[in-house]
Antibody, heavy 120, light 107 residues
Framework: HLQQSGPGLVKPSQTLSLTCAISGDSVSTQSAAWNWIRQSPSRGLEWLGRTYYRSKWYNDYAVSVKSRVTITPDTSKNQVSLHLTFMTPEDTAVYYC????????????WGPGTLVTVSS | ESVLTQSPGILSLSPGERATLSCRASQSVNNNYLAWYQQKPGQVPRLLIYGASTRASGIPDRFSGSGSGTDFTLTISRLEPEDFAVYYCQQYHDSRTFGQGTKVEIK
């Protein structure tokens, strides 16, 4: 189960911070990665990045947002967070937290999504 | 990053008919690292196929995937009423990218 939390409205130039609380699995599992994906009518489904643990923590980010995105795990709370800086109206989208298990290497479990609107 | 182009954009078919959806990659997708998802209005995407041709857990066998290199196909052998939805392909060989989707609508 993935429970997402965070604001639904962000002002231009501000930073978006979303959190995904994981239950029934561990953010530190060595057999899955934890991703953030967004979806909008104009951009479709867009992968933003992921974090995963393989004896140490790793991150991968999409080229389109690499300079603005940070995905961090919190092992004490078993959750993963997304931070996206310098938000613009083009970043308006539904943001999903998504699991990517090694045995699929595809996205098998999606959080419910958070609609984020960027507007002043 | 590999760009995925899906065709057609909209497929109008009747229940019981066969649906054939195409996904073409701008670069070869090595190891057949390609997946297909189904999304219905108001729902999150659902994984159907991974590794180009392997059905995910619980997916009916009327769904099948095929292809390699740059050309991939999702086939629904006989459309059920619940299959009318938008379908996306996604590659995980070079970063992760999605196609723009094919809408399967009732004719």
């Amino acid at each position: 189960h993935l429970q997402q939390s965070g604001p639904g409205l962000v002002k231009p130039s501000q930073t978006l911070s979303l959190t995904c609380a994981i239950s029934g699995d561990s953010v530190s599992t060595q057999s899955a990665a934890w991703n953030w994906i967004r979806q909008s009518p104009s951009r479709g489904l867009e992968w933003l990045g992921r974090t995963y643990y393989r004896s140490k923590w790793y991150n991968d980010y999409a080229v389109s947002v690499k300079s603005r995105v940070t995905i961090t795990p919190d092992t004490s709370k078993n959750q993963v967070s997304l931070h996206l800086t310098f938000m613009t109206p083009e970043d308006t989208a539904v943001y999903y937290c998504v699991r990517e298990p090694d045995y699929y290497a595809a996205f098998d479990y999606w959080g419910p999504g958070t609609l984020v609107t960027v507007s002043s | 990053e590999s760009v995925l182009t899906q065709s057609p954009g909209i497929l109008s078919l009747s229940p019981g008919e066969r649906a054939t959806l195409s996904c073409r990659a701008s670069q070869s997708v090595n190891n057949n690292y390609l997946a297909w998802y189904q999304q219905k209005p108001g729902q999150v995407p659902r994984l159907l196929i991974y590794g180009a041709s392997t059905r995910a857990s619980g997916i009916p066998d009327r769904f099948s995937g095929s292809g390699s290199g740059t050309d991939f196909t999702l086939t629904i052998s006989r459309l059920e009423p619940e299959d009318f939805a938008v379908y996306y392909c996604q590659q995980y060989h070079d970063s992760r990218t999605f196609g723009q989707g094919t809408k399967v609508e009732i004719k």
